[in-house]
Antibody, heavy 117, light 108 residues
Framework: EVQVVQSGAEVRKPGESLKISCKSE????????IGWVRQMPGKGLEWMGI????????YSPAFQGQVTISVDKSISTASLQWSNSLKASDSAKYYC??????????WGQGTLVTVSP | EIVLTQSPGTLSVSPGEGATLSCRAS???????LAWFQQRPGQAPSLLIF???SRATGIPDRFSGSGSGTDFTLTISRLEPEDFAVYYC?????????FGQGTKLEIK
């Protein structure tokens, strides 16, 4: 089974940029679809978007234009990025997900993002 | 987009008993591409059921999924202490792949 390791917790100020990442251990990214899910404190799961094994990305309307999902297959690393746009409301735990298609079969441990003045 | 509504919000059940969780979609889920995830406190979610009724690898047969179209059910029999968690349904047929709001299964 794919083992997914996400980057560590981050603290940023509003308006700053951030890129968080996840890496699979011992598996090629060439056949996986990689997604991101947000969980705000004490709340449920929100599907943010996904990037296919062909590097085509799809976003939820709620997150379209707010974040960028990318993958660098040469280093088996996927990323979720905010560009000069972080808000306090982006404070949450972000999970990286893997699957052979749209179905999520493996979850990372989550990356906690705190945005505070 | 397909909106999923889970009920009840919280379910109180005694260990050893069974539980039935519901997930209703705002429109028919194509190919019954509906999954159930379990999230224990402080942990990442994990896949239980996919394609509405297929158990993921390693999931005990106490967990079963059923339903089609717009109405889906997760049934857990003989509840064990580790089963008390939050359960989410998700459709992965059409983008955005929305989750339901979750059902918290708590010890009575």
């Amino acid at each position: 089974e794919v083992q997914v390791v996400q980057s560590g917790a981050e603290v940023r100020k509003p308006g700053e940029s951030l890129k968080i990442s996840c890496k699979s251990e011992g598996h090629s990214y060439s056949k996986y679809w990689i997604g991101w899910v947000r969980q705000m404190p004490g709340k449920g799961l929100e599907w943010m978007g996904i990037i296919s094994s062909e590097s085509e990305s799809k976003y939820s309307p709620a997150f379209q234009g707010q974040v960028t999902i990318s993958v660098d297959k040469s280093i088996s690393t996927a990323s979720l990025q905010w560009s000069n746009s972080l808000k306090a409301s982006d404070s949450a735990k972000y999970y990286c997900t893997f699957g052979g298609g749209w179905l999520i079969t493996v979850w990372g441990q989550g990356t906690l993002v705190t945005v505070s003045p | 987009e397909i909106v999923l509504t889970q009920s009840p919000g919280t379910l109180s059940v005694s260990p050893g008993e069974g539980a039935t969780l519901s997930c209703r979609a705002s429109q028919s889920v194509p190919r019954n591409y509906l999954a159930w995830f379990q999230q224990r406190p402080g942990q990442a979610p994990s896949l239980l059921i996919f394609d509405a009724s297929s158990r993921a690898t390693g999931i005990p047969d106490r967990f079963s999924g059923s339903g089609s179209g717009t109405d889906f059910t997760l049934t857990i029999s003989r509840l064990e202490p580790e089963d008390f968690a939050v359960y989410y349904c998700q459709q992965y047929a059409t983008s955005p792949n929305n989750f339901g709001q979750g059902t918290k299964l708590e010890i009575k």
